[in-house]
Each structure stands twice: as C-alpha cells, then as structure tokens.
C-alpha cells in the first residue's frame, strides 16, 4: 500500500486500470467499467492510507468492487 500511495497519480491509475480487470477476470466478466475504476481507486488510497504496511492486492481484494 505505501508504494501505492508514494506512486505518481499516473502510476496510480495504471495500476488501478489493471487491477480492475484483474478483479473482473476473478468474476469471469470481460468488461470494466471505468466508473468503478476511479471509485474503487479512491477507496484503496483511503484504505492504503490508514494500512500503509499491508499488501496492495491484500487491500484491492477486500475493497474492490
């Protein structure tokens, strides 16, 4: 979550791109919704900033949806 956190907002965005079709496959959708990337990008950074030593995906997993 720090490294997260520490990225650049362009960095940030990548990441949450891919971990919204990373998430999506887990469910076997094909599609992202890009409403939900930014969401879900803004509840990771809130949870990030209060979990800065846990895993990203640890926090993706139990926040996304």
Not at 41 to 61: D, N, S, W, Y
Request: glycine fraction near 10%; hydrophobic fraction near 40%; proline fraction near 2%.
């Amino acid at each position: 979550c720090g490294g997260f956190l520490d990225a650049d907002v362009n960095i940030q965005a990548i990441v949450s791109a891919w971990a919204g079709g990373w998430f999506m496959s887990t469910k076997n959708l094909t599609n992202v919704d890009i409403r939900y990337v930014k969401r879900n990008l803004e509840v990771v950074g809130k949870h990030c900033r209060t979990h800065r030593g846990e895993p990203l995906m640890t926090a993706i997993q139990a926040n996304w949806r």
